[in-house]
């Protein structure tokens, strides 16, 4: 481990220049004072390591010095395919593995390169989470990766909707999406799709299993999301829509409201226009619609016209009164009189 660090150690001195003693310690999440015996160790093995002193002082190499000796290890070449993702490099507990690939890349670089990899380092961020949404929690994703790369079997306890279930598991790969881990897994001859976060133990079970031949995660992926959302969208609704709400669509409904935009009717004297949306469940696009407001009407089919009336008018009750006026007491229109029949 000190050889890979006094070599990371190395390159942060070629690639940035004058570093301080506390900078270089963050950088390698070390303390100071093992910095300071690591530039020592540096200059009795021969690199001209030149400390300079005052507020503005620091370490630097000898003007004209650079080293070659950047070879990557397999972790470290795996690494750089999450790049971009420091974060979830950091899930997989590849963050010290992929920082190290990076420099030493970067040191490898000519300089005209170099310079433009730090550009786009400073002017490009990948952030892999959605918005307002905590990360889930993901305990075991280190161990799961790592059985996914050494195509270990695993003991699992998941967490499903109907209870939990113990099951062992072929792991074939993993997924980040939206910000959500999924691990992709054989498990009883059938390839299987899991939340990470979901998994309440995992313990190796065995192996090494041999892939099927031929899968390929990314076809996988695509294939099973087309699925998930056909199996989700199996109604449509026939929907009015405002100006406003015509915008609203594509950013409530995503991908469904752009294609259900692109089919519109010609819009009426008043700018609204007909569509055809397809959504989910009666119960799950009542909630959905609702969050267009009066932006948007339902003309069909009934059942879910109904649905949705049926809410607003739960809600025009709820919201009658006063703020915060207690409903005991209160009387209906239709209680409190005689009604003629």
């Known amino acids: 481990m000190r050889a890979d660090r006094l070599l990371s150690l190395l390159l942060l001195l070629q690639n940035r220049g004058l570093m301080t003693a506390a900078g270089l310690a963050a950088e390698l999440e070390v303390s100071v004072r093992t910095v300071y015996r690591d530039v020592e160790a540096l200059g009795a093995a021969g690199v001209p390591v030149r400390a300079e002193r005052g507020p503005e002082g620091g370490y630097r190499l000898v003007k004209g010095y650079r080293t070659r000796l950047t070879g990557l290890t397999d972790a470290e070449a795996g690494s750089l395919f999450l790049a971009g993702l420091p974060g979830p490099a950091g ?65 699992t306890r998941y967490r499903r909707w109907r209870g939990e279930v113990d099951r062992e598991v072929c ?13 992709v897994a054989l498990s009883e001859d059938v390839v299987r799709t899991y939340r990470v976060s979901r998994f309440q133990a995992v313990e190796e079970a065995g192996g090494p299993f041999t892939r099927p031949a031929g899968f390929d995660l990314a076809a996988y992926w695509a294939e099973s999301s087309r699925r998930m959302e056909a199996a989700l969208r199996q109604g449509t609704a ?5 100006p406003r709400g015509r915008k609203l669509l594509p950013m409530q409904f995503g991908a469904a409201g752009v294609r259900a935009l692109r089919e519109a009717g010609p819009p009426d004297g008043e700018g609204w226009v007909e569509v055809e949306l397809s959504v989910e469940s009666e119960a799950v696009a009542t909630g959905d619609l609702l969050r267009l407001g009066t932006e948007a009407e339902v003309l069909g089919p009934p059942g879910l016209r109904r649905a949705v009336a049926g809410a607003v008018a739960v809600l025009a009750e709820r919201y009658a009164g006063e703020e915060g006026e207690s409903r005991e007491g209160t009387v209906r229109p239709d209680e409190g009189r005689c009604v003629g029949r």
């Open 91 to 155: 899930d997989l507990g590849l963050g010290a593995v992929l920082a190290s690939a990076q420099l030493k890349v970067e040191a490898a670089l000519p300089g005209e390169l170099a310079d433009q990899a730090r550009r786009v380092r400073e002017r490009f961020h990948l952030d892999a989470p959605a918005w307002f949404r905590d990360a889930d929690p993901v305990p075991h994703l280190e161990r799961i990766s790592g059985a996914v790369w050494e195509r270990r079997v695993l003991r």
């Open 238 to 242: 026939r929907l009015r829509l405002s």
């Open 171 to 183: 792991p074939l790969g993993l997924v980040l999406k939206g910000g959500i881990w999924y691990l």
